[in-house]
Structure formats: C-alpha cells, structure tokens
C-alpha cells in the first residue's frame, strides 16, 4: 500500500492503512521549529493579559505599561459610555 502526501515541502505523508501522518525519510525540524516560534508568541500573548510582564519585543523598563494603557482604555471607553447615557436621558427629558 502507498502513502497519501500530505506535505510535500516538510515530507509528511499519512498510512490510510494506519491514518498516522509521518515523514517520508525528511526530518520534523523546520515544523518543529515553527511551532517553537509560535509557542513564543502565544506565551506572550498569554502573558500580556495578566498584566504583569511585558512584551516579549518591548525595551527594558516597561512591564508595568499593559496596566497602564489598560486602565486609560477604561477609562476613556467609560466616559464615552457615561457621556452617551448621559445624553439619551437628557434628550428624553427634554
């Protein structure tokens, strides 16, 4: 029985026998290395909703900068909120 190529640029073919995706003789490195990339990615992304850290490609000195920008984000989406209410119930008593 033949393998059905899956992706041929990284060599990986699946057994329909089996229904396993293996290599056909090419090594697993360039996918293992993009998943390493995108683990750092999504590490960052996780840790920047915290609050806490900093990003990954920020300078020295800025791990206290998503708390910040976060809380002027609040607040300005609070008062636009706050203004907007404010105003359908002015333009109702009128």
Do not use: C
Request: glycine letters at 14%.
């Amino acid at each position: 029985m033949g393998y059905v190529l899956v992706l041929p640029e990284f060599g990986l073919v699946v057994d329909p026998m089996v229904g396993v995706v293996t290599t056909a003789g090419v090594s697993y490195q360039p996918v293992i290395d993009k998943v390493t990339e995108l683990e750092k990615y999504t590490d960052d992304l996780v840790g920047m909703l915290s609050g806490e850290g900093a990003f990954a490609a920020s300078f020295p000195g800025r791990e206290k900068s998503l708390v910040i920008a976060g809380g002027v984000t609040a607040l300005w989406y609070g008062m636009a909120v706050g203004l907007l209410i404010a105003g359908i119930i002015a333009f109702a008593l009128i």
